[in-house]
């Protein structure tokens, strides 16, 4: 776990360098240094910082938690953190001068280390310091495929399926005998027979080696599912995610204040955006388009123009090049693309004006993609459930892969969100959206 450890000490150390500049406060620790900040505060803190995230298993030699469970406990650390440094504050006075400030150095860290720590899996680097631990899948097809389809997509999980088998406990204590795994994973527990469980989670249990079970809840994650221990029976409770209440009112407001700030940021580069498309083609620098949003209600979206203004009258001659497996329409060259909007769209400037639907409380900034009317004619009927939330500007689909999805992933990913929704999660894909904007995976 050292390339974990040198993430988040390089987090740590750019959070401080700059709350240096933007928090403008006196020393966050030490007594006595009034106006200066010194590297040994720094290195005290980060020691501090790197204990606490170690007491919530970070650094455990199984792996790295998944992204969403990372960012959980990693803000547990910095509530620890705060209350540990104010506590030794409070009993060495002489010597300790805590301020609350340093609460915004320790959250700072959690998101540059989020950041630095995709960037490491993307690049290789992570995941080549790390050992991928050895999986015995015990269950059959599609529950096994699934999961390690699911596996090999996140390897940030740290396991690797390395064999899959169907069969009862003693198939599996033969497995075990004729090569080493690290973990045995189970995802149909009911295949092993009544009391098969028990006996092969004593069996493991001597034999030094992990099991997981994995419910046949594999679509559900996140806040739709609870522990719910009846009567000392273990179950899982799925749950619906909450369509109305606080959280939602916590969303809608985010949406508007931070949607105006982007625009307040970002309207220089709209600006020239604007002038280059209608400097370079004839026709109307804004496209409009009628989606479909919330309830299943149309709307009027807005994009920067990136194609030709005959483009739909190009549409039919081009059908049979299509290249997506589902009711949308994708070429990864369309002709009809301007070579501004090619820029455009690769940095995914196109989508700015979207920021206006989303003060007109339109569209969320995190939400499904919005689909056009005549893709909703085709959907089956599941799918309409994606109109429970707002359309959004980014989602689960922009940061997997965009146009390189297939029409099941894209849909699958859409309906995750739906049915996991929570603001947490939110913010877990707008951090990976400044990823997958930079490395323009998709973007066509």
């Known amino acids: 776990m050292l390339s974990v450890v040198l993430i988040d000490a390089s987090a740590f150390a750019i959070s401080w360098s700059l709350g240096l500049g933007v928090l403008g406060a006196p020393s966050l620790l030490l007594a006595g240094r009034l106006h200066s900040r010194t590297l040994e505060e720094m290195v005290v803190l980060l020691l501090v910082w790197l204990l606490v995230l170690g007491s919530t298993g970070r650094y455990h030699p199984r792996g790295p938690f998944p992204a ?90 740290g396991l690797t399926v390395a064999r899959s088998l169907t069969g009862e406990a003693d198939d599996v204590l033969a497995a075990l005998a004729e090569q080493p795994y690290d973990v045995v994973g189970v995802v149909e527990p009911g295949a092993l027979g009544p009391h098969g469980l028990r006996r092969l989670r004593w069996d493991l249990q001597r034999l030094g080696i992990e099991m997981i079970v994995v419910p046949d809840v594999a679509d559900i994650a996140g806040p739709g599912l609870r522990a719910l221990p009846l009567g000392g029976i273990p179950a899982v409770q799925v749950t619906r995610p909450p369509q109305a209440g606080l959280a939602r009112a916590v969303k809608e407001i985010g949406d508007r204040l931070m949607a105006a700030a982007a625009l307040l940021v970002t309207s220089p580069i ?120 707002k359309p959004g500007i980014t989602g689960l689909w922009q940061v997997s892969g965009r146009a390189t999805l297939s029409w099941d992933e894209s849909m699958r990913l859409d309906l995750d969100y739906v049915d996991n929704w929570s603001l947490t999660f939110d913010a877990l894909i707008l951090a990976k959206t400044f990823g997958a904007v930079v490395s323009g995976r998709g973007a066509y």
């Open 68 to 157: 969403h469970a990372m960012v959980r406990k990693a803000l547990g650390a910095c509530f620890r953190l705060v209350a540990l440094l104010a506590l030794a504050a409070a009993l060495w006075p002489g010597h300790l001068s805590f301020r609350p400030a340093i609460a915004a150095v320790a959250v700072g860290a959690v998101a540059i280390g989020y950041v630095l720590e995709g960037a490491a899996r993307r690049s290789g680097w992570a995941a080549a310091s790390s050992r991928r631990r050895r999986l015995l899948l015990v269950g059959g097809d599609p529950a096994s495929q699934q999961l390690a389809e699911h596996l090999d997509r996140h390897p940030e999980c």
């Open 270 to 389: 709209l600006l020239a955006a604007l002038l280059a498309v209608k400097a370079t083609s004839r026709g109307p620098a804004l496209f409009r388009q009628t989606r479909i949003g919330l309830g299943g209600k149309p709307f009027t979206m807005y994009k920067l123009r990136t194609m030709v203004v005959e483009a739909e009258k190009l549409l039919v001659d081009l059908v049979q090049s299509n290249e997506s497996d589902g009711v949308l329409f994708k070429i990864h060259r369309d002709p009809r693309v301007t070579s501004v909007g090619r820029w455009l769209r690769r940095l995914s400037l196109d989508e700015l004006p979207q920021l206006f639907n989303v003060l007109a409380g339109q569209m969320s900034l995190v939400g499904p993609r919005p689909p056009l009317p005549g893709e909703v004619a085709r959907y089956p009927e599941d799918l309409h459930r994606r109109f429970l939330v």
